[in-house]
């Protein structure tokens, strides 16, 4: 699924607070005052979830304001080993493998705190490094048995009326500017594996802006998880490609009839990695699908099980 755009900030704030003015002209700066305000608390509806539909959370790494570090937990000052935060997975005894990262989480408390208790564990998570207290909500996600990944803001279609936020990786900027926004975001919290990624990111498709990050050190052993782009092909980095994108705009029949295109890729190709926006019915269908997958003959493993190493 992908994360929202600021059209889709925008409209339903707009009616809520603004009813009758038209989005002017400068649109992202509009949006990025309105998710200011939200995060102060006078959207509030939109954020904790109390609204209705699937797109009544803001809950995706796209135009969220930067949350300042709250007291007492200080910015990571180094990127530790991240082979040690992959989740076991199962043994592999023949079965189809299905493994599902659901993105946009850690900015609704309230959307967050349902996904990690839902949700089973092998269930990977993607967490904004934009939230509040991204730590603490990677420490809890661990705590109950789910791999966690880095939901790494990057350029979106449209951009730069469509924005994700000021540490987004974009392939106008210098190769040093978009290293440090990795960096940084790495440096939010401890516990990632690797790094997932909105789908249809022009930035993804630019080997001119990727190529440096894969080649930098200091991000070396990160899982990348996307579809598959033109940027990293041929990347000597562990690779997780996504099989399968759940549409942003779902209802519940969209989520289940996704879920057995999905299956048919395992079943097919012997494994299949699905990528999921963090949305409510998204998290409602997941929980009862993965009940059910074992009776299907089919094994839910963690997104990291998956990955393949550059040496393969």
Known sequence: MAALSIPDLWTPLRRTLL?????????????WAIALAAAAG??????????SGAHAIVASSGPAPVAPLAAGEPATSE????????RAAPLADGRPRIA?????????????????ARLPPDISLGISPYGRTPQKTVDTARASGHEVFLDMP????????????????????????NAERLAWSLGRANGFP?????PGSPALEDKAAIGPLLADRRFSGLVWAAPKVRGLDGA?????????????????????????????????????????????????????????????????????????????
């Open 154 to 177: 990057v350029e979106p279609p449209g951009y730069p009326s469509n924005d994700a936020g000021p540490k987004a990786i974009v392939a106008s900027l210098e190769a040093a500017e």
């Open 194 to 198: 690797g790094l997932v990624f909105a």
């Open 42 to 51: 006078t959207a509030a509806p939109f954020l904790t979830g109390t609204g």
């Open 236 to 312: 000597a980095v562990p690779r997780a490609t996504v099989d399968l994108v759940i549409d942003a705009a779902a209802t519940p029949r969209d989520v289940d009839a996704a879920l057995e295109r999905l299956e048919a890729l395992a079943r097919r190709n012997g494994s299949a990695l699905g990528l999921a926006g963090a949305y409510p019915v998204t998290i409602e269908r997941l929980a009862a699908w993965s009940a059910e997958l074992e009776a299907r003959g089919l094994q839910l493993v963690p997104a990291s099980a998956l990955s393949v190493s550059p040496a393969s």
């Open 100 to 116: 599902i990262i659901v993105r946009g989480l850690g900015l609704s408390d309230a959307l967050t705190a349902a996904a990690i």
């Open 19 to 31: 009813p009758s003015v038209r989005p002017p002209g400068r649109l992202a700066v509009v949006a």
């Open 79 to 86: 990127i530790a080993d991240p082979a040690q935060y992959r």
